[in-house]
């Protein structure tokens, strides 16, 4: 459970530094690289969100999950840096043209995740099963939503 939530912390930090860069007209990454950071964050995050379910059907503790849920969260604040203009092509990705056009309705389907994520990591916090247990189907809805709109099958 550490090793995958130093990955996830080590990802978002690394995506939110290429956001950043490309935000902020600095380096210019190929598409490739940020095909890849946003690919490996998408496999933490479901590496996070099967522990996590392990924990919701034993009704276990929750609380060590706190961190986990964090992690979410700023990944869910990286994810629209992730998908610049002309990230489209490259190698596998899955990322489905709404991304671009529809720019308003994908940052708003990462701020939903977010806001799970949040709520998510307040229930661990205050070891709420039950609350955890709900707000964990809601981070995942929040995943399925925009997986179903904004990503190939």
């Known amino acids: 459970m550490r090793h995958v939530l130093l990955c996830a912390a080590c990802l978002t930090i690394g995506a939110a530094g290429f956001a950043m860069a490309q935000g902020a007209g600095g380096i210019s990454a190929p598409p490739d690289a940020f095909i890849a950071?946003?690919?490996a964050g998408m496999d933490l995050q479901f590496a996070?969100?099967?522990?996590?379910?392990?924990?919701?059907?034993?009704?276990?503790?929750?609380?060590p999950f706190k961190n986990a849920a964090d992690a979410?969260?700023?990944?869910?604040?990286?994810?629209?840096?992730?998908?610049?203009a002309g990230s489209d092509r490259g190698h596998d990705t899955k990322a489905l043209p709404g991304i671009w056009s529809d720019r308003a309705g994908f940052v708003k389907a990462a701020a939903t995740l977010g806001e799970a994520a949040a709520t998510l990591g307040k229930a661990a916090s205050?070891?709420?099963?039950?609350?955890?247990a709900a707000a964990y189907q809601a981070t995942g809805q929040a995943c399925?939503?925009?997986?179903?709109?904004?990503?190939s099958r």
């Open 72 to 84: 979410i969260l700023a990944w869910s604040r990286a994810i629209p840096g992730l998908f610049p």
């Open 37 to 39: 950071a946003r690919q």
């Open 144 to 151: 399925n939503d925009c997986h179903r709109t904004y990503r």
């Open 126 to 132: 205050a070891g709420d099963q039950p609350g955890f």
């Open 48 to 63: 996070l969100m099967g522990d996590m379910k392990r924990a919701v059907d034993a009704k276990a503790d929750v609380k």
